[in-house]
């Protein structure tokens, strides 16, 4: 783990120092306030039939209609944009020559992954932090289910570290950043839709796909349960990648 905490710094620093942090969280809170908005608008006009018809006010749920789609779509809208932040990790340092002078740091390689994996996941938290606007926003004008919202952040930043892991350890395979960025969304997508193949596999097969699905995981936070299974998943998929991206620097630093 030696010297984790000055790789953290300089990633933190070229971050924010570069666009693409600030370019991330923009669209991230724009995307989703649009979403926010329509959810909030489909709520006043199902509130104005309500008015004239007993039976759809029994049928109101604000987590319904606000909280849980709120929660499934920031996880979409991070499918797309993580990559955008993982993408330049290593592939940027492959590419400048920067990695070499790297190796020759008294930093283990472990030590280097976990700087540059938290980093990125500060990156992420100020994102779902910035996020936060919008429950509070509900706060000041009804009572929404906080188990509901409580339980859609924990998913979604538990779903954003394990694609902060993946596209990391994917970036130690190009030195180009928009390969890394499309292999890393490909990959990120492949692991969402893959229980939607389930119905075409076996018995065994179809549940071994199903564990490994993201979209099989996340349901269960969206709906305010948190699992010991679905939280022991998302905690081995980014420690499995992890394990990978220092195995892939070991790699380079022998063939070196």
């Not at 984790?4 to 724009?30: D, G, H, M, T």
């Not at 030195?175 to 890393?184: F, K, Y």
């Not at 596999?201 to 979209?215: K, M, P, V």
Request: hydrophobic content about 55%; charged content about 10%.
């Amino acid at each position: 783990m030696s010297g984790w905490y000055a790789v953290f710094r300089k990633e933190i620093a070229n971050f924010f120092v570069s666009p693409i942090a600030y370019a991330v969280i923009a669209c991230f809170l724009l995307i989703t306030g649009f979403f926010f908005w329509a959810n909030v608008s489909l709520m006043s006009l199902v509130s104005l039939q309500a008015a004239n018809n007993p039976m759809i006010s029994q049928r109101i749920n604000m987590t319904d209609i606000i909280i849980r789609p709120l929660a499934q779509n920031m996880s979409i809208i991070l499918l797309f944009l993580m990559p955008l932040l993982t993408m330049r990790l290593f592939s940027e340092e492959k590419k400048s020559g920067s990695i070499e002078l790297l190796m020759t740091y008294p930093i283990t390689d472990t030590g280097v992954v976990c700087g540059k994996f938290l980093s990125a996941a500060c990156v992420l938290v100020v994102m779902l932090g910035s996020s936060l606007v919008f429950p509070l926003l509900l706060l000041t004008v009804g009572e929404p289910d906080l188990g509901a919202l409580a339980g859609g952040y924990v998913g979604i930043l538990l779903m954003g570290v394990s694609f902060v892991a993946l596209g990391m350890f994917l970036s130690t395979l190009s030195e180009n950043q928009i390969i890394s960025a499309a292999i890393s969304f490909g990959a990120a997508l492949l692991f969402w839709v893959m229980s939607w193949i389930t119905s075409f596999a076996g018995e065994t097969s179809g549940y071994i796909i199903r564990q490994l699905s993201i979209l099989e995981h996340i349901e269960s936070f969206q709906k305010g349960i948190l699992a010991l299974s679905d939280v022991s998943f998302f905690v081995f998929f980014a420690a499995f990648f992890l394990f990978l991206t220092t195995r892939s620097l070991e790699t380079y630093r022998w063939r070196g």
